[in-house]
């Protein structure tokens, strides 16, 4: 699999990606973040994603990409939030909710998980 020498990870975050075919293990890993932690992660998530998807020809967008998440608005209506919707979309709850958004970026890292085991079968 393509390696991530461009992104500086610490031991913890570089289990998830050595832990990427166990979806138990991954979750497991995944739960032991701050909310903090997984705004890092999602971005090095996501960036990995496109960079890989190059190398297998696939060459996803970011819109690829957020077509596969659950949208903010529903997920704001799914966890009752009255919020404005770009106090979600900026992770700017991270402070006033942080386990709110904290779930809801699990749940991105999980799906960016899912797309990069796609990318893999299809190398």
């Keep these: 699999m393509h390696k991530l020498a461009r992104y500086e990870v610490d031991k913890r975050k570089q289990k998830l990606i050595d832990y990427l075919e166990d979806e138990e293990l991954f979750e497991e890993i995944l739960d032991t973040f701050k909310p903090r932690e997984l705004v890092e992660i999602q971005v090095i998530f996501w960036n990995y994603v496109i960079d890989y998807s190059y190398v297998t020809g696939e060459n996803f967008s970011r819109h690829n990409i957020?077509?596969?998440?659950?949208?903010?608005?529903?997920?704001?209506?799914?966890?009752?939030?009255?919020?404005?919707?770009?106090?979600?979309?900026?992770?700017i709850c991270i402070n006033t909710h942080p386990n709110c958004a904290g779930d809801k970026l699990k749940a991105q890292i999980?799906?960016?998980?899912?797309?990069?085991?796609?990318?893999?079968?299809?190398q």
């Excluded at 903010?72 to 009255?82: E, H």
């Excluded at 999980?110 to 299809?122: A, C, D, N, Y």
């Design 66 to 91: 957020t077509e596969r998440m659950e949208s903010t608005a529903n997920y704001q209506y799914r966890v009752g939030c009255n919020e404005r919707i770009d106090y979600c979309r900026g992770n």
């Design 110 to 122: 999980i799906t960016l998980r899912e797309i990069l085991l796609e990318l893999k079968k299809s």
